[in-house]
């Protein structure tokens, strides 16, 4: 289940960033392969290189492993800029979500 799900989850990820399997496997520093195997079910990363794929990612393991994240890229990016921002202002985004969240359940 969990094979599956990390080799799906990579694919997915990597769709997403918009690079081949083999220009993520050369970012990465390994053969051509590399991710081909992975994402084929012939292997899974070792624990260590499964870290660097998620720096890859510019996700944490927590991220990478939260299904319900629709766009855990984006994400990321919001909640990095978030933490640069004053309580007001983090006050005035809370609004806007909690507004986009109303007009969404209409």
């Known amino acids: ?5 990390v080799k799906d989850r990579i694919t997915a990820l990597r769709l997403k960033k918009g690079v081949s399997e083999y220009q993520m496997s050369f970012d990465l520093g390994h053969s ?5 195997n992975i994402s084929s079910g012939k292997a899974l990363p070792p624990l260590r ?5 998620c720096d890859y990612f ?3 393991p ?3 492993f939260d299904e319900s994240a ?7 990016q919001a909640l990095d800029g978030m933490k640069k ?15 986009l969240k109303k007009e969404e359940n209409k």
């Not at 289940?1 to 799900?5: A, S």
């Open 1 to 5: 289940m969990y094979e599956d799900f």
């Open 70 to 76: 629709q766009n855990p890229l984006l994400l990321q």
């Open 32 to 36: 051509r392969g590399y991710i081909y």
């Open 58 to 60: 510019g996700l944490t």
């Open 49 to 53: 290189e499964f870290f660097v794929i």
């Open 85 to 99: 921002l004053s309580q007001e202002d983090l006050q005035l985004v809370m609004q806007l979500i909690d507004r």
């Open 62 to 64: 927590q991220q990478f």
